[in-house]
């Protein structure tokens, strides 16, 4: 019984390290880069398995099985880190703003409503409770779009791109408007939104929303990691303060969004507070984070929520931000320089 207990551990332990092995190579393979997804997942399937290990399996070759799992654990952890809740944070939080600075906050909605969940008045109930000043929806075709069409009209400034692929995109705000549109970066008909915003008390400010394509069988992450790349590089190089936030079917920790945030000059204010997982919605406890927040030094903000299920496969992630520029900039992380280095990286990713 015992070594039947050791080879079925053993076993395990080894799966799971060449799993962690693999997710830290450099490719584009689908199915090397979807194990940067579970991570947190895996860390706690490491901690049952030791625990198990410790229980069933004794002496030298127990040994050996935990020494493999801390092993595992550790190339994990090192990855996401910064996600857990005794990391320093980037961002100061701030709760209560002072008088002069809160004309310059608001507040932002980005939900993934899966296309084919036709439970829209979750949604609608979500918008009209939060109402929120920017509002970013994603996987939007004509039928939501006219579902919506109630809410959608609250907005001063809208952009209504409708897809039937799972691409689609609605972008709305009540905020002043410079410019706003929707570009094909990297493949026909999964748009990007950019837009040129102003805070109420009129300091400007970008806004990025992003919505790539997953890894799937079939279909690797070089045109997910194009248009990500390419959205940094845009605004990489600006003096204007900026955020960017949508489903990037990619997660924080990645490889290509740490290009991104380094790239773009974006801190994040999950980091030293959680992972805020959002999708799989049914069990977003045990998910992890393909709903992406980030923002520029000049940001700080009042909340970060992930929020109720509203029927589609993601959960919605809400925030309210403020742009008091200096106070921020002193008070929060500054983000990592970019070199000419992590430029040629992303120049790199976007020709291929």
């Known amino acids: 019984m015992r070594s039947v207990s050791t080879l079925i551990f053993s076993a395990l332990a080894l799966v799971l390290l060449a799993a962690t092995l693999i997710s830290l190579i450099h490719s584009d393979l689908w199915w090397v880069r979807v194990l940067d997804f579970p991570r947190m997942l895996t860390l706690i399937a490491i901690g049952v398995l030791a625990t198990g290990t410790a229980i069933f399996v004794r002496g030298r070759p127990g040994t050996g099985v935990i020494a493999i799992l801390a092993l595992a654990a550790a190339l994990q952890a090192w990855r996401v880190y910064p996600y857990f809740w005794f990391a320093p944070v980037e961002v100061e939080d701030r709760e209560e703003v002072d008088a002069g600075a809160r004309a310059s906050c608001f507040t932002v909605l980005g939900l993934n409503v899966y296309q084919h969940n036709r439970d829209y008045a979750a949604t609608q109930r979500l918008i009209d409770r939060l109402k929120p000043d920017i509002l970013l929806l994603m996987e939007t075709d004509r039928r939501w779009v006219d579902a919506l069409a109630p809410q959608l009209s609250r907005y001063r400034s809208r952009v209504l791109r409708p897809l039937d692929n799972t691409y689609g995109m609605v972008f709305a705000t009540n905020l002043p408007v410079r410019s706003a549109g929707t570009q094909n970066i990297t493949d026909q008909d999964t748009p990007t939104l950019y837009a040129r915003l102003a805070t109420r008390d009129?300091?400007?400010?970008?806004?990025?929303?992003?919505?790539?394509?997953?890894?799937?069988?079939?279909?690797?992450?070089?045109?997910?990691?194009?248009?990500?790349?390419?959205?940094?590089?845009?605004?990489?190089?600006?003096?204007?303060?900026?955020?960017?936030?949508?489903?990037?079917?990619?997660?924080?920790?990645?490889?290509?969004?740490?290009?991104?945030?380094?790239?773009?000059?974006?801190?994040?204010?999950?980091?030293?507070?959680?992972?805020?997982?959002?999708?799989?919605?049914?069990?977003?406890?045990?998910?992890?984070?393909?709903?992406?927040?980030?923002?520029?030094?000049?940001?700080?903000?009042?909340?970060?929520?992930?929020?109720?299920?509203?029927?589609?496969?993601?959960?919605?992630?809400?925030?309210?931000?403020?742009?008091?520029?200096?106070?921020?900039?002193?008070?929060?992380?500054?983000?990592?320089?970019?070199?000419?280095?992590?430029?040629?990286?992303?120049q790199s990713m976007t020709r291929h």
């Open 202 to 346: 009129g300091k400007p400010f970008d806004y990025i929303g992003l919505h790539p394509r997953p890894p799937v069988p079939g279909q690797d992450t070089d045109l997910r990691d194009r248009k990500i790349e390419h959205a940094a590089l845009a605004v990489g190089d600006s003096e204007v303060p900026r955020m960017a936030m949508g489903d990037f079917n990619d997660v924080a920790w990645s490889r290509t969004t740490r290009l991104f945030k380094h790239v773009g000059g974006f801190i994040d204010p999950r980091i030293g507070r959680g992972n805020y997982p959002s999708f799989p919605a049914d069990y977003a406890a045990l998910g992890w984070p393909l709903d992406q927040l980030f923002i520029s030094p000049a940001f700080t903000f009042r909340d970060l929520h992930i929020l109720e299920n509203v029927g589609s496969d993601h959960r919605p992630l809400g925030a309210t931000l403020c742009l008091i520029g200096d106070p921020a900039r002193r008070q929060n992380a500054s983000p990592d320089v970019m070199t000419p280095e992590t430029r040629r990286a992303a």
